[in-house]
């Protein structure tokens, strides 16, 4: 069953085009990853995914809805649904992390406050920061912080969740840390997921599904071991991480 659609999308900064009519189907239930050059577009259709970026042309589906039609004050409510892991985390300096995770749930619900404190102390449990709740960000490392981060993103129990990138700079213990977090969220929520990452390692044990960008289309789409036997040799020398083949160094 489809989650999410991307529909003939088309996006242009400019003179450039990112995406050029792109189509792309996020499976209820699953984890789907992107992977792809650097500026592919992989942020973009993430933005596309929650509205925070509307297509040149083109339509986006989520739950059946066209976001692209939607007036603005009805998408920040349909938003609450879609839960978005910055790749930095973009939590509050000024915030506990406790603060931090509970700012969905005031803005967007109309729960009493000993109802949220709940809400927020057995989501921190779910990914393993209920010690650090009263924490400011500065004295997180940055493992933690991504942490945080994944707990703001859930905490509404959205049916989509995106993260951008969640593993980037952080050390392979971390990184194993937060692949199985991001897999294990997905299984206690019944939800549906879409990472970017560069690790390849970590996404061939999170995913279900693969989706590969190259020069604004998606040039792979499979589960990851038919995309790991792909016969495309740029998804080959991507995935091979090798200097000779028809990607231009």
Do not use: W
């Not at 061939?204 to 693969?210: I, P, S, T």
């Amino acid at each position: 069953m489809i989650l999410a659609r991307i529909d003939n999308v088309s996006v242009r900064f400019g003179d450039k085009v990112v995406l050029q009519n792109l189509s792309l189907d996020i499976e209820e239930g699953a984890i789907t990853c992107l992977i792809g050059l650097s500026g592919a577009g992989k942020s973009t259709i993430l933005r596309l995914l929650n509205g925070l970026r509307k297509p040149d042309s083109g339509h986006v589906y989520v739950k059946g809805t066209d976001i692209c039609c939607m007036r603005e004050r009805d998408l920040i409510d349909f938003r609450s649904k879609i839960g978005f892991a910055f790749q930095f985390a973009a939590l509050f300096d000024s915030m506990t992390v406790a603060d931090n995770v509970a700012l969905p749930l005031r803005e967007h619900t109309r729960m009493r406050p000993e109802q949220i404190d709940a809400v927020v102390m057995r989501t921190l449990e779910m990914v393993g920061m209920e010690t650090a709740r009263e924490k400011y960000p500065a004295e997180l490392s940055g493992g933690m912080l991504k942490r945080a981060g994944f707990a703001r993103a859930i905490v509404t129990n959205p049916d989509l969740v995106l993260y951008d990138e969640p593993t980037t700079g952080l050390d392979p213990i971390i990184t194993h840390v937060l692949t199985d977090t991001i897999v294990r969220l997905r299984r206690q929520l019944s939800g549906t997921a879409v990472v970017i990452s560069h690790d390849l390692d970590s996404i061939y044990v999170m995913a279900d599904y693969v989706a590969m960008l190259f020069e604004g289309a998606i040039i792979a789409y499979g589960k990851v071991e038919d995309v790991r036997r792909s016969g495309n040799p740029i998804v080959q020398q991507f995935l091979q991480g090798s200097e000779i083949g028809p990607i231009p160094i």
